[in-house]
């Protein structure tokens, strides 16, 4: 391959690095407007009455509220329950409950401080235990949103087997995105009840379908353009529904364009975060750390609305065994309503939970039968052509070759007995620790999203001699405008700067689905792939066509058609008379389910996912003992993620995403008190910064795919996956302090440490 893992410059690099490239506030149309949101200051209540102070003139602006909207009152998601505006009922703090729009920030501010909403207080349910208490409810007759089971085997048999067995509960906590941009939407009127907008989004077609339902608009009266966007993190895949909807209901009251860009104080307050989760194990174990049976209880926190909390449930569950043998195993798992702030999708998909559950109760199991958190994992590690217990057989299973080239690049055994004595030696308040973890993820929609999706791509000769890829894939950071190129690039053999990736216009970008999932490189990559095939033997036809002989007997190589009469055309050359005769040269693609790949959505069983992305974190860190603050120093992380297309920005994917997980594991600590957000900018919610950055040791494992382009499979969930438990357990082997939640504060730290104490365990002795 002469384009396909190699190294090429970002197609978006330039105008990002020179400030070419236009975010959505750096878009200036005459006339706008800029809009904004009044948001209840209660957790849940009824509205009473909503009074316009006569001080104000209101002449000045326009107001939207649940009464004016044209269409019904939900944002189109996987359910429709989340209401567009509050209209009765307050359901969450800072929900929505009108909009207004005005000429200058000024007199929106004014504006929105000259409105009162009169609210009755209702009793909220606010944890995860409370709505399953169902004291109180909220949701249907239950509190729970979504409900799944999976069951392989005979637990009871199984547990009777057991030598020991092995309990255990973990949490985690919120998390936000901290995307670099905060959501942002510009919408105009363009014609009668027509509507476009411009936005900082991952999904385009999520927000065209939204429009469509919400103002009750036809599909070809509504266009949704990305703007530039900087970063998402899954955060920009529900949310710009509704900040579409909002800017659209003002722009189309108005007569005018109106843009809506949230400060980063609203964007925390008023956004969607990581799933908060409760998971519980209890494991049974013979002696030698071999697992003969699991049952997991798993919940997560959905907050006051579905969002998409029903996919990622599904994901969570699929994920909670880790990639361990479970011939005996039962899970029921469950999202719950709680009015709180709605919660979404967010990198890793409800997998960073059941990882951290899974992997921190393999560390317990070792800790209870003191054996080592390798000599566990070892013993019960899936290999090829085992069956996970929702019925799918792999017989492509990495596993245990990410384990090992982890343990083998980070000189994991020698070094943990280098830590173990300088701990033993040093009265300096530092320790030091090493830990391990495991992790997997499913490439693409869970069990047959992908079918339904049936992700198009459009393939065109551009009047400029380029190639263009016109796909609802977006490029928001993580390269999708430089890996989608390079695979058309390689396909059609010609230059890589021949070809461009467009960004996505639902005016004439067929929908190949989400930027989700870990699906644009092995799903839409294929399609791509696919669709420069077709555009090929089209040329093939033409020229059979003109000069009287058998597709069969024309040679393509490096951008040249070969006949058997020995004339040669160039790509080019030909691309270009084709349109001249038909006036354009375009192929539109579509994906193609490979066969034996089935799943059942009713019983929950079968290929759950085309195939399996596998990563192994060697986490590395300091503690120390007198401020109790955790400093991760070194990261070792491989990765088989089949081929790299480019394999730079697939190391900056794996170190991006295992940054994140490191500051979702101790430093991001979004408290919520009485259902509301403690921290509403970044000096309360800490990310990690270059001075908490460890060192990296990043592997690359490539086993080709055949279910991606080029043996390409999903890569940007997956480092998301492993980093929390990797440096929970780093933490442990450095402390003995065993943490089974995160984030691990040093107020945690320093009441584990006081527990020992009190039992008698000295602080020499850890």
Not at 109 to 130: M, R
Not at 243 to 251: G, K
Not at 349 to 373: C, N, W, Y
Not at 724 to 736: D, K, Q
């Amino acid at each position: 391959m002469t384009i396909v893992g190699k190294t090429f410059s970002r197609k978006d690099g330039v105008d990002k690095v020179t400030g070419k490239a236009l975010y959505v506030n750096d878009i200036s149309i005459p006339g706008m407007w800029v809009g904004g949101t009044l948001r209840s200051s209660e957790v849940r209540g009824v509205i009473n009455k909503i009074t316009f102070s006569s001080s104000f003139d209101w002449t000045q602006v326009v107001v939207v509220q649940a009464t004016d909207l044209p269409g019904p009152n939900f944002v189109a998601m996987v359910r429709n329950d989340f209401p567009i505006l509050a209209e009765k009922e307050i359901s969450y703090w800072k929900q929505p409950i009108l909009l207004i729009a005005a000429p200058d920030s000024n007199i929106l501010q004014q504006a929105l401080t000259s409105v009162v909403v009169d609210i009755t207080p209702l009793h909220p349910v606010l944890t995860i235990e409370e709505a399953l208490q169902k004291d109180t409810i909220i949701h249907g007759d239950t509190n729970i949103i979504e409900k799944y089971r999976i069951q392989t085997g005979d637990t009871k048999k199984g547990f009777e087997k057991a030598d020991f067995i092995v309990e255990g509960c973990y949490r985690t906590g919120y998390q936000e995105h901290v995307y670099l941009e905060p959501q942002g939407m510009i919408a105009r009127p363009c014609g009668e009840n027509c509507v476009e907008v411009i936005g900082s989004l991952q999904c385009p077609y999520y927000v065209h379908n939204a429009l469509c339902k919400g103002l009750n608009l036809t599909h070809e009266k509504v266009i949704v353009k990305q703007a530039v966007t900087g970063g998402a993190f899954g955060g920009k895949e529900d949310y710009p529904s509704v900040l579409a909807l909002h800017a659209s209901l003002l722009a189309l009251k108005a007569q005018r364009p109106i843009k809506i860009i949230y400060d980063r104080e609203e964007d925390i307050l008023g956004t969607t975060k990581r799933h908060p989760s409760l998971i519980y194990h209890r494991t049974g174990v013979k002696k030698d750390g071999t697992i003969v049976a699991s049952e997991v209880d798993l919940s997560l926190d959905g907050g006051a609305f579905t969002t998409l909390s029903i996919v990622v449930l599904q994901r969570s569950i699929l994920h909670a065994m880790g990639p361990y043998r479970m011939d005996n195993f039962a899970l029921e798992g469950r999202v719950v309503a709680t009015n709180t702030p709605p919660n979404g999708a967010f990198r890793g998909f409800g997998v960073p939970q059941s990882a951290f559950a899974i992997e921190r109760h393999m560390d317990r199991i070792a800790k209870t039968l003191q054996l080592s958190p390798v000599e566990i994992r070892r013993k019960n590690i899936m290999k090829d052509g085992d069956t996970f217990p929702f019925g799918q057989k792999v017989d492509s299973i990495h596993a245990s070759l990410v384990l090992e080239e982890a343990l083998k690049q980070s000189h994991f055994f020698k070094k943990e007995k280098e830590y173990a004595y300088y701990n033993k030696i040093n009265d300096n308040g530092i320790k030091k620790g090493i830990g391990v973890a495991l992790a997997f993820h499913g490439g693409g929609f869970t069990g047959s999203g992908e079918e339904k999706i049936a992700g198009k791509v459009k393939i065109s000769y551009e009047p400029n001699e380029k190639i263009g890829i016109y796909v609802s894939s977006v490029e928001m950071g993580q390269g999708a405008a430089t890996v989608l190129p390079m695979i058309a690039a390689e396909t059609l053999e010609l230059p890589f700067e021949k070809v461009i990736h467009h960004q996505p216009n639902t005016a004439y970008t067929p929908d190949s689905g989400p930027t989700v999932a870990s699906r644009t490189t092995m799903f839409v990559g294929s399609v791509v792939k696919k669709t420069c095939q077709m555009l090929l033997r089209k040329l093939e036809e033409y020229l059979a066509l003109w000069h009287n002989t058998s597709t069969s007997s024309i040679h393509y190589n490096n951008g040249v058609f070969s006949l058997p009469d020995n004339h040669k055309f160039y790509f080019d050359e030909i691309a270009h008379r084709y349109v001249q005769e038909h006036g354009k040269l375009e192929i539109q693609g579509e994906y193609t389910p490979p066969p034996n790949l089935l799943w059942d959505e009713e019983t929950y069983r079968g290929a759950a996912y085309k195939d399996y992305s596998w990563i192994a974190y060697v986490v590395e860190t300091n503690v120390n003992m007198d401020t109790y603050e955790i400093q991760p120093t070194l990261c070792t992380v491989v990765a088989e993620v089949g081929k790299a297309i480019h394999p730079v920005l697939a190391r900056g994917q794996i170190e991006g995403g295992a940054l994140q997980a490191l500051g979702y594991s101790y430093l991001e600590n979004l408290q919520i008190e009485d259902g509301r957000y403690v921290s509403g900018h970044l000096n309360a919610y800490l990310i990690p910064t270059s001075m908490d950055t460890p060192a990296f040791n990043t592997h690359i494992a490539e086993v080709e795919s055949p279910m991606g382009p080029y043996g390409a499979k999903g890569l940007g969930e997956l480092p998301m996956d492993g980093g929390a438990p990797a440096l929970a357990s780093a933490v442990w082997n450095a402390t003995s302090l065993f943490t089974s939640q995160i984030p691990i504060t040093g107020e945690m730290l320093f009441e584990l440490e006081n527990n020992l104490i009190q039992k008698g365990v000295e602080k020499n002795d850890y």
